[in-house]
Each structure stands twice: as C-alpha cells, then as structure tokens.
C-alpha cells in the first residue's frame, strides 16, 4: 500500500521552531521527487519546498527560504522539513507528496500563535 504518513505539526509561539517528518512505504522512495505544500485555512494548496531525489537540489517558496530546510533520509524513507522562526502567516495544514502529488499524505496541522 503506497503511503505518506507526517507527523511533528502542533503549537508554536512565533519565532520557535519545529521538525516535520514524513514516512513513505509502498512505493520506491529513493526514486522520487519530493515536496512540502501547505493549506492555510480557506485557502489553496500552496507549494512550500521541493528536493530533488538524485542530488538533493532543494528550492523554496520566496516566503520560508532562510527559516525552512527541506532534506531527505532515503535509507530510512523518510522526508522532513526543519521550519525556523515560525511566523503566524505559517500557520497550515502542512502535507508531504511527491512532486506532482499523485502520492500525498494527511498532513500535520501547524499553528504559530501567541
């Protein structure tokens, strides 16, 4: 069964950090592009950061670059994304997927709030 399962979402203060992790099974992960896309409430899905699978090229969104690293643990199938100095405005659904996201998570809800 081909599945993205996130976890590390939750509450934040502005200015703190947290660590998204997303686990792949079913499928060749190595071989695969792998993006973040985040939904902010009544919102679309908005395109976050993206890793190349043979190099590990990362590119972001103009809004996270410098607080967000996207990297990748391919023996251990797993995608993460280290968010810094979390602002309100990042406050999402964030959810893992292939580039084209015909494989996708559930997501891991962040909320940055006072």
């Known amino acids: 069964q081909v599945q993205l399962v996130e976890s590390g979402g939750g509450l934040v203060q502005p200015g703190g950090s947290l660590r998204l992790s997303c686990v792949a099974s079913?499928?060749?992960?190595?071989?695969?592009?792998m993006s973040w896309v985040r939904q902010a409430p009544g919102r679309g899905l908005e395109w976050v950061a993206d890793i190349y699978n043979k190099d590990g090229t990362t590119d972001y969104t103009a809004s996270v670059k410098g607080r967000f690293t996207i990297s990748r643990d391919n023996a251990k199938n797993t995608l993460y994304l280290q968010m810094n100095n979390l602002k309100p405005e990042d406050t999402a659904l964030y959810i893992c997927g292939s580039k084209d996201l015909s494989i996708r998570g559930q997501g891991t809800q962040v909320i940055v709030s006072s």
């Open positions: 079913g499928f060749t992960f190595s071989t695969y592009y």
